[in-house]
């Protein structure tokens, strides 16, 4: 796509942006890229040095001292630019741009298959958090008891792990279960809620935002189509073509960072 398309694309998307009432963000991996957090399937995403059954609950539970070892001392400098050093990302552009588009009172929701917790940063830095964030596949922030149910930061559960205890148990007194990530492993169920309100807001607004997405996994990859069947406008924005790049209105293949605030600050300009 060259840079006249592209710019082309860019003002037919903030008229857009501009006659929608109820603007609904789809996001993955891709809008973090930028932030340093590897994707999965992009061109250096971690599939391609990493074997995805480590992300799946089955591996976790064969050996979970496996899992926490990456923040061992002596493993820290291995883990940097991997997820292991998720915690101390930023966000980027791209979070700012939809935290704007929050702010000026178009964005209502923002649907993410992410767990780096940008989005939330990102609102945090804008003063903005009127939109709600639905998150898909949990938040890396957390950790919970497998047994009890008991939360622990994940920075808490860092810091026990780096003082030799591996694996992390429950802290309470009458429990030693399993610490375990508040993130969606493979082969754990989806949060119900969020499912119902990731559908609830697809059905219900009138353009749907898509960034950096393959839109290969379901449930996700099945909100464009509850939007677009429900009259919705739809936009994509990705570095490549989408699984579902055919539903769309308008398809800008193109760097997150370099595009949406081009798009939001024209969208300023025709409000
Ligand atoms: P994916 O890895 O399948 O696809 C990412 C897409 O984003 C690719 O098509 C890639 O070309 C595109 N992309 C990468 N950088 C981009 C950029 N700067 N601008 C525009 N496009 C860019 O990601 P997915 O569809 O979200 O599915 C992967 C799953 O992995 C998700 O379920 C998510 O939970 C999880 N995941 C999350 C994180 C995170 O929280 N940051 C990171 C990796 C994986």
Not at 70 to 98: C, V
Not at 110 to 134: F, M, P, R, W, Y
Not at 153 to 181: A, Q, Y
């Amino acid at each position: 796509m060259d840079e006249e398309e592209i710019e082309k694309r860019i003002a037919l998307a903030a008229k857009l942006i501009r006659d929608s009432n109820y603007i609904v963000a789809f996001t993955g991996a891709g809008i973090s890229t930028e932030s340093g957090i590897p994707d999965f399937r992009g061109k250096d995403g971690l599939w391609k040095k990493v074997d995805p059954k480590t992300a799946t609950i089955e591996y976790y539970l064969e050996d979970p001292s496996r899992y926490w070892s990456r923040y061992l001392p002596e493993n820290e400098e291995k883990s940097k630019g991997g997820m292991g050093d998720i915690l101390s990302r930023k966000p980027n552009e791209g979070h700012i741009a939809l935290a704007e588009l929050e702010k000026i009172g178009k964005l209502k929701a923002l649907i993410t298959q992410n767990i780096d917790n940008l989005h939330q940063k990102a609102q945090q830095q804008l003063n903005s958090g009127n939109c709600e964030v639905i998150e898909l596949h949990g938040n890396v922030v957390g950790c919970h008891c497998m047994d009890c149910g008991l939360k622990e930061t994940r920075e808490s559960v860092i810091n026990r792990v780096r003082n030799g205890e591996l694996p992390p148990l429950c802290i309470r007194e009458d429990c030693d279960g399993l610490m375990k990530t508040d993130t969606i492993l493979f082969g754990e169920s989806l949060p119900p809620d969020a499912i119902m309100k990731a559908q609830a807001y697809s059905q219900r607004c009138d353009c749907m935002i898509i960034l950096g997405s393959t839109l290969t996994v379901y449930p996700a990859a099945g909100y464009p189509h509850i939007a677009e069947s429900s009259g919705a406008k739809l936009i994509i924005i990705n570095l490549d073509e989408t699984g579902k790049d055919y539903l769309a209105d308008i398809v800008i293949h193109g760097k997150i960072g370099d595009i949406l605030p081009k798009i939001i600050e024209k969208v300023k300009e025709l409000i």
